[in-house]
């Protein structure tokens, strides 16, 4: 029996940190006197839940050049 719950407690955990499915959905919006337009662009990141927020969230970015604005926001689902 105790060697059972011992096995148990490590397959818990080697289920815990399993590598999962993760979508990156990223908005980009660029805007301009004229007006705005808005890109989505989904990925599949295939890691743990942190790993996969930590690489979604490296595609969040600002830049202006000449009075143009574009911001992309990602977002992991």
């Not at 808005?38 to 599949?44: G, L, M, V």
């Not at 890691?47 to 143009?68: F, L, Q, V």
């Amino acid at each position: 029996m105790k060697k059972a719950m011992i096995f148990g407690t490590f397959a818990l955990l080697a289920l815990a940190s399993c590598k999962k499915d993760y979508t990156c959905t990223c908005t980009t919006t660029a805007e301009s006197a004229s007006g705005s337009a808005t890109t989505t662009a989904s990925t599949t990141i295939n890691d743990t839940k942190k790993n996969a927020e930590e690489a979604c969230d490296e595609g969040d970015a600002t830049s202006s050049i000449g009075g143009y604005t574009s911001t992309t926001e990602c977002t992991l689902q």
